[in-house]
């Protein structure tokens, strides 16, 4: 990808990953990402925000061609997707120092081996001068690590995030189609940064009185207007959740299957909404921005080996891990002869702030008094849910 002009001495030199297919070892990439750096030039001097992850080493290499000297790398956050390439970015520009928080420099030093005198230890607020053109270095810490930063840069209203309001889409648009986005945004949320909603909110609070043009994160493209998705994180760290049922299950021989179908048809009664995931085929990109919104997950799963399946544990220790604003939990599904279902769910759901509703397990094919049990569960999740929102 070539550099393009955002604004008049600001560039954006995006590597797009159009067949990365898989992020952290993890979620699911559908639709590809990008790693974006900027180029900044003032009247005096020039600062790269960021580099790009070291399997596009060449792209960034090739956009910097023609830039003779940078005397400012800025690094926000240490993880390698963004920091990886900043060693050759070094070699290349001997001269450049890294602006860096201070926790950002040990993690740069432990994860890269950036020598010491490389580094220009930036302080929250403090203001770097490029000539005609200044750097704002505001410390935002737990999106999603302890070091990262943002920099606001002034004159033209441009803040550049990092992975704070990145989007997991590759694209050759420099500007976000926000319809288009928004998915690709929650997916990045839901499994980035959901688990740190409350530093969030404080990092919304503190760059809200910033008089904002463009927000240029380094995933996927910019927002032209910010207040969209300003907005959108509000709802997903603060929003009360919806009346919506997560219900990732796994069957073996067909009985979770009934009893997943049983509890979701007497849910749609009541008017309870259900986002079904079979395990392991659905995508945990889906479960992940489900659980964004959702007041309840029930676990579907058999007893094998008397205990849980290993793939409805592994959906638990995902939610756990994720810590969405859910509220109920609870878990169904068939056993053989006995086991220790319940116990494992719902130890794995432990740092979950949420009322475990009585689970239903029926033995070997589910009979009448299984499918009432269920019933009475849809009763209690609706009743439960009631006065919540529907989106
Ligand atoms: Fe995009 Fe935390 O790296």
């Known amino acids: 990808m070539v550099k393009r002009k955002i604004s008049e001495g600001v560039q954006l030199l995006a590597a797009v990953d159009w067949g990365r297919r898989l992020f952290d070892s993890l979620i699911p990439l559908p639709d590809g990402t990008s790693y974006n750096a900027y180029l900044v030039e003032g009247s005096e001097k020039a600062a790269l925000i960021d580099t790009v992850d070291p399997t596009m080493t060449g792209v960034l290499g090739g956009q910097l061609r023609e830039v003779p000297e940078l005397n400012y790398v800025v690094a926000h956050h240490g993880e390698q997707d963004h920091s990886g390439s900043l060693p050759f970015v070094l070699e290349r520009y001997p001269r450049a120092k890294v602006l860096v928080s201070l926790k950002g420099k040990e993690i740069l030093s432990d994860h890269l081996h950036i020598p010491e005198e490389k580094f220009q230890v930036v302080q929250d607020g403090e203001e770097v001068s ?193 810590r969405p604003k859910l509220k109920y939990a609870t878990i169904i599904g068939s056993y053989g002869w006995g086991g220790k279902t319940v116990e494992q769910i719902t130890q794995a759901l432990g740092n979950l702030k949420v009322e475990v509703l009585p689970p239903v397990l029926a033995k070997g094919l589910p009979r009448e008094t299984d499918f009432r049990a269920l019933e009475k569960l849809a009763e209690e999740i609706a009743s439960r849910h009631e006065g919540l929102k529907e989106e």
């Open 130 to 322: 490029l000539g005609n053109k200044t750097l704002r270095f505001l410390y935002t810490p737990w999106v999603h690590w302890p070091e990262t930063m943002v920099t606001y840069l002034k004159e033209e209203g441009i803040l550049f995030t990092c992975d704070f309001f990145g989007s997991h889409l590759a694209t050759s648009d420099i500007f976000a189609r926000e319809e288009q986005v928004l998915e690709p945004a929650k997916r990045y949320f839901a499994e980035i940064m959901m688990p740190f909603r409350a530093a969030i909110e404080k990092n919304l609070e503190k760059i809200r009185g910033l008089s904002l043009e463009i927000i240029a994160p380094s995933h996927g493209p910019l927002w032209k207007n910010p207040s969209f998705i300003l907005e959108h994180y509000q709802k997903w760290v603060s929003a009360p959740p919806e009346n919506l049922v997560v219900l990732p299950y796994v069957s073996m021989h067909g009985s979770t299957r009934l009893m997943v179908d049983y509890l979701s048809d007497e849910l749609i009664k009541r008017n309870v909404r259900v986002a079904h995931f079979e395990l392991p085929s659905s995508d945990l990109g889906k479960i992940a921005i489900s659980l964004v919104d959702a007041a309840t997950v029930v676990l579907g799963t058999p007893t094998v080996h008397a205990g849980a399946h290993p793939y409805a544990l592994f959906i638990a220790s995902l939610a756990n891990a994720l």
